[in-house]
Nanobody
Framework: QVHLVESGGGLVQPGGSLRLSCAAS????????MGWYRQAPGKQRELVAV???????NYADSVKGRFTISRDNAKNTVYLQMNSLKAEDTAVYYC?????????????????WGQGTQVTVSS
């Protein structure tokens, strides 16, 4: 009922920047929290950054000061500006959205994931 489309991943040199975008569409009533998670090979998926619909943010310690999350509530879109990228930032980055969706004539909570976008930091 909610489809998340990510874009912006790719290959970048250490110290470089990338900007990820994720647009949500579907039977959305409201999205309370949107965020980014990542999963490196052989590791568990971990939180990168999340943002509420009021603009409150939370970041993993490893990305504080380098990454900035923002969102456009009118477009149900979340962004992740990644600066000063390091090799250890290499991972598949997944968009997440949590909120209320229409289910027939009712509303229900839902938690949704995008397909993921690869970010590779390498010289």
């Amino acid at each position: 009922q909610v489809h998340l489309v990510e874009s912006g991943g790719g290959l970048v040199q250490p110290g470089g920047s990338l900007r990820l975008s994720c647009a949500a569409s579907g039977s959305i009533f409201t999205i309370n929290v949107m965020g980014w998670y990542r999963q490196a090979p052989g590791k568990q998926r971990e939180l990168v950054a999340v943002i509420t619909n009021s603009g409150s943010t939370n970041y993993a310690d490893s990305v504080k000061g380098r990454f900035t999350i923002s969102r456009d509530n009118a477009k149900n879109t979340v962004y992740l500006q990644m600066n000063s990228l390091k090799a250890e930032d290499t991972a598949v980055y997944y968009c997440n959205a949590h909120g209320m969706v229409y289910s027939g004539s009712a509303l229900r909570q839902g938690n949704y994931w995008g397909q993921g976008t690869q970010v590779t930091v390498s010289s």
